[in-house]
């Protein structure tokens, strides 16, 4: 239920299953994009010296550190980049798995711990939720009520 997905940091030590793995990043690559370039890669970031380097590249270090699954997104489209991303964590999700997007502080350290010629976008962590309430515990109403978020009302206009 997409009411109660919230960005995760502190994740369970626990290992996601292949499957899921694969479930959630064939879910990035069947977003849309425009004209359908996909101009997309996902670099699933395992070699712990890479992701320990990665990790200082970030803004918050410990969501790196502390997930099952990285995976860095290249690419010189944002917005169809963040389409992927999204798709990614919800169906994380979807699977009980909990994520954060990861925004990049040091833009050159990221791009040598990951050997390429231009930055990733972002960096999403995914990983079992440490605490976390799992999404049935409450209804859509309840988690929408509960979320720290500006009531609809002031967010819509219609012209």
Do not use: H
């Amino acid at each position: 239920m997409i009411a109660s997905k919230r960005d995760t940091r502190s994740y369970a030590d626990r290992p996601i299953p292949d499957e899921i793995i694969r479930r959630i990043l064939d879910a990035g690559r069947l977003s849309g994009s425009a004209q359908n370039r996909q101009p997309w890669r996902f670099l699933v970031v395992e070699d712990a010296g890479r992701r320990a380097r990665l990790a200082e590249a970030v803004y918050e270090p410990g969501n790196v550190r502390g997930a099952a699954f990285v995976v860095a997104i290249p690419g010189r489209r944002p917005l169809d980049i963040g389409r992927c991303a999204q798709n990614m964590m919800l169906a994380a999700w979807n699977e009980g798995v909990a994520s954060s997007p990861n925004g990049i502080a040091d833009p050159e350290a990221a791009k040598e711990s990951l050997s390429l010629e231009e930055p990733p976008i972002l960096v999403l962590t995914f990983g079992y939720p440490a605490r976390q309430p799992a999404a049935e515990s409450r209804s859509a109403e309840e988690w929408s009520a509960r979320a720290n978020r500006k009531p609809l009302d002031e967010l819509v206009e219609r012209l």
